[in-house]
């Protein structure tokens, strides 16, 4: 897992896009190009959206994960986000969407446990479990079928383009 400025990130490598996006811009069709990452962005939305299952399926048995505005899970569930970059997409957790104290949960929980005191006692320490992994094996397991969506997309935009 790739860790920087607080997000867990999950990369699908397309220089082909590149390539295809520079050769649609020199032959002027900058709209193509749009509508092809837009095509794209929406392939990785069934990633993401199994990705947000997987945190809403993270173990909640503490009451201090309880919070104001819902669980922790949610919040991890509402901070999967997929962004346009300009190599394709990039399905991350943005911390920068969870509550101030609970940012690096996101990251807690693709380990085994958590280490945390009992009720704020520093003195007494338990390792509680989190479930395990659930962000990158999610994304993995769903890496084919985006791949391939992205490979049908790529040949019909070539086809429409005449490349």
């Known amino acids: 897992m790739a860790r920087g400025g607080g997000r867990m990130r999950a990369r699908a490598r ?8 520079r050769a649609l811009r ?11 990452k837009k095509r794209i962005k929406e392939a990785a939305e069934p990633v ?4 947000r299952a997987a945190a809403r399926r993270l173990p909640d048995r503490s009451t201090a994960t309880r919070r104001e505005g819902g669980s922790l899970r949610r ?8 962004r346009q970059t300009a190599k394709g997409v990039r399905i991350f957790v943005d911390s920068k969407k969870m509550p101030a104290d609970a940012r690096q949960m996101a990251h807690a929980f693709e380990g085994a446990s958590i280490r945390h005191p009992v009720f704020g006692n520093r003195q007494v320490w338990v390792a509680q479990p989190t479930g395990g992994p659930w962000f990158l094996p999610t994304v993995r397991r769903h890496h084919p079928d985006f791949v391939r969506a992205v490979s ?3 040949d019909d935009v070539k086809r429409e383009a005449g490349l």
């Open 152 to 154: 049908q997309i790529i």
């Open 48 to 51: 993401a959206e199994a990705a």
């Open 14 to 21: 397309a220089s082909e896009v590149q390539l295809l996006s």
């Open 75 to 82: 919040y991890i569930a509402g901070s999967v986000t997929v």
């Open 26 to 36: 020199e032959q002027g069709a900058t709209g193509v190009s749009r509508h092809m």
